[in-house]
């Protein structure tokens, strides 16, 4: 599976982006998917996960009211909707696919990762 995650840029704090990440192949609605990112200096972290039918979904406490994760198997894309944007939601985040077991809780073990979007909140 590759993906590609798009949707990133600047933006003002307050504001909203939609990330989205379109997987290659026909077996994407095999994996739970899921967002990372990465601050500058930072470790990755977990941002967002959804299950294989999009049935349930899992947030980050930072993330919680604020960002919503979506699949659409038809177009083999998941999104991730963010609103009110902060300055320190600033990073390259990245999405990812598991084909099983856990993927909402450490080590998020992921089977295959995109190349990142960098959004960058200005204050």
């Known amino acids: 599976v590759q993906l590609q995650a798009s949707g990133g840029g600047l933006v003002q704090a307050g504001g909203s982006l939609r990330l989205s990440c379109a997987a290659s192949?026909?077996?994407?609605?095999?994996?739970?998917m899921g967002w990372f990112r990465q601050a500058p200096g930072k470790e990755r972290e977990f941002v967002a996960a959804?299950?294989?039918?999009?049935?349930?979904?899992y947030y980050a406490d930072s993330a919680k009211g604020r960002f919503f994760i979506s699949r659409d198997n038809a177009k083999n894309t998941v999104y991730l909707q963010m609103n009110s944007l902060k300055p320190e939601d600033t990073a390259v985040y990245y999405c990812?696919?598991?084909?099983?077991?856990?993927?909402?809780?450490?080590?998020?073990?992921?089977?295959?990762w995109g190349q990142g979007t960098l959004v960058t909140v200005s204050s």
């Open positions: 990812a696919a598991k084909s099983s077991g856990n993927y909402y809780d450490p080590p998020y073990d992921y089977d295959y």
């Open positions: 192949g026909r077996t994407f609605r095999s994996y739970a």
């Open positions: 959804i299950s294989w039918t999009g049935g349930a979904t």
